[in-house]
């Protein structure tokens, strides 16, 4: 764990199976913005397009982290209660980015926004999450 201004021991990101699983790389990991990187390779559907399911899972997962540093600060951990999405534009290769940054950061309840963006930094792809805080079981 790293320390933030406060002296408040941070959370520090754990990749799971499916990251893992989809070739999730942490680039940045504070409370003001967590930043990951993902292949489109390996994480397309069909028609050979990025999948709108990764994108979501990669989002929420990003978007989690970055309330759970958050939630760290003050002894808590967080748990999803409500994701959105909206596609803007596709990808076929390449990597992309995904960066969470707070909308808000209360004590009980945080909102993200999580965008993903290629390799030219054109959004693909905008989620808002929201996380609650809860306190961390001992």
Same mark, same amino acid.
């Given at each position: 764990?790293?320390?933030?201004?406060?002296?408040?021991?941070?959370?520090?990101?754990?990749?799971?199976?499916?990251? =893992?699983?989809?070739?999730?790389?942490?680039?940045? =990991?504070?409370?003001?913005?967590?930043?990951?990187?993902?292949?489109?390779?390996?994480?397309?559907?069909?028609? !050979?397009?990025?999948?709108?399911?990764? *994108?979501?899972?990669?989002?929420?997962?990003? !978007?989690?982290?970055?309330?759970?540093?958050?939630? *760290?600060? /003050?002894?808590?951990?967080?748990? !999803?209660?409500?994701?959105?999405?909206?596609?803007?534009?596709?990808?076929? =290769?390449?990597?992309?980015?995904?960066?969470?940054?707070?909308?808000?950061?209360?004590?009980? /309840?945080?909102?993200?926004?999580?965008?993903?963006?290629?390799?030219?930094?054109?959004? /693909?792809?905008?989620?808002?999450?929201?996380?609650?805080? /809860? =306190?961390?079981?001992?």
């Amino acid at each position: 764990m790293t320390t933030d201004p406060r002296g408040t021991e941070l959370w520090k990101i754990t990749l799971g199976e499916l990251d =893992e699983k989809m070739g999730v790389k942490i680039v940045e =990991e504070s409370v003001e913005r967590v930043v990951a990187t993902m292949p489109v390779e390996g994480n397309r559907q069909s028609f !050979g397009l990025l999948h709108g399911g990764a *994108s979501l899972a990669v989002g929420e997962a990003v !978007g989690s982290w970055a309330a759970v540093i958050h939630a *760290s600060t /003050l002894g808590k951990t967080a748990v !999803g209660v409500d994701v959105s999405a909206t596609h803007h534009k596709s990808a076929r =290769e390449g990597t992309i980015t995904i960066t969470a940054t707070p909308i808000h950061l209360g004590g009980t /309840l945080t909102t993200h926004e999580v965008l993903i963006a290629n390799e030219a930094a054109e959004r /693909l792809c905008t989620l808002r999450i929201t996380n609650l805080l /809860l =306190e961390r079981k001992k």
